[in-house]
């Protein structure tokens, strides 16, 4: 079910990479969707400032007030694979708020904000163009989310959809994962081979099993604090592809079948993880992972 698979994929990457301590800001960071001057002209009443450039599939926001806003861009591989997640955003994003058409934004687009009881407040943007999607959430602090924020984030999809071609996914080729490393992990007969970024890759089949590798740069100081804390998943050390790898399986909060390996060298952290959607023969195997994580780690 390849809508499932994107949907999965992206979810195991955003939660890995999440649980990532934050690194110091870089200098001068921006969004290749949209500048800071056409935000600023598309919401003139917001002030944002970018916390995150993900890497090429969107970006990160807080407001003044405490809010929060997340652009996402998500490329497929052609253009029917598209308009299926596209329908799976928005019956999904229809599930939590009434959904009307939002004009001259790609192909087709909808837009909507949740009721004024809603536990959390949220307003969005979903649209299709091509290959890509853009999605503009915005979850405001201390108020409703209403029609008066919902205007100026679909002026900001206007912008961006025209540049969702910066994304840096692409498919067809990874330079952390290569289809040998699915072997007894993945169906290599439905198999994708996605790079979503200058420093990650996923691989995933028709059933939404996945691989990732998502390589950060990182201080040996900062690896060690994460060795160190608490964690809902057990924890194995992995001396033999270094002091600072340790692999951890059977969490009992996310996927539980899923099996990640931390390893370090050179001054950057490289993620490998193996997330079934179900029990897998290799569910929590860091032994098998580890294989894995060494021809990884031999790029680093």
């Known amino acids: 079910m390849p809508t499932i698979a994107r949907l999965f994929s992206r979810l195991v990457v955003f939660l890995a990479l999440a649980a990532v301590p934050a690194l110091p800001a870089r200098a001068a960071e921006t969004c290749p969707f949209i500048t800071a001057q056409e935000l600023a002209g598309a919401m003139p009443a917001l002030k944002w400032s970018l916390i995150s450039n993900q890497d090429g599939r969107g970006c990160i926001y807080q407001g003044g007030r405490g809010d929060t806003m997340m652009l996402s861009v998500f490329r497929n ?78 002026e900001a999809a206007r912008i961006a959809i025209a540049k969702v071609g910066k994304s840096s996914e692409r498919f067809g080729d990874c330079e952390w994962l290569t289809a040998a490393d699915a072997d007894g992990f993945l169906d290599n007969s439905t198999l994708t081979v996605q790079r979503t970024g200058a420093g990650s890759c996923m691989m995933f089949d028709r059933e939404a099993n996945t691989m990732t590798a998502a390589v950060i740069a990182m201080s040996r100081d900062t690896v060690v604090s994460m060795m160190k804390r608490a964690s809902p998943c057990r924890h194995v050390a992995i001396p033999e592809l270094g002091s600072e790898a340790f692999g951890e399986h059977s969490c009992t909060k996310g996927n539980g079948n899923a099996v990640t390996i931390y390893v370090w060298k050179n001054g950057r952290q490289a993620l490998i993880v193996f997330a079934p959607v179900k029990p897998h023969p290799e569910s929590g195997s860091v032994e098998r992972l580890k294989a894995v994580a060494a021809r990884v780690y031999g790029k680093l």
């Open 77 to 154: 591989p052609d253009k029917d694979r598209a308009k299926e997640l596209y329908a799976t955003f928005v019956k999904t994003l229809g599930e939590r708020m009434p959904l009307n058409a939002a004009s001259g934004i790609g192909e087709e687009g909808q837009g909507g904000t949740t009721a004024a009881g809603a536990e959390r407040q949220e307003a969005s943007v979903v649209a299709l163009s091509g290959d890509y999607i853009l999605q503009i959430s915005v979850y405001p602090t201390g108020r409703r989310a209403d029609g008066a924020l919902l205007g100026p984030i679909t």
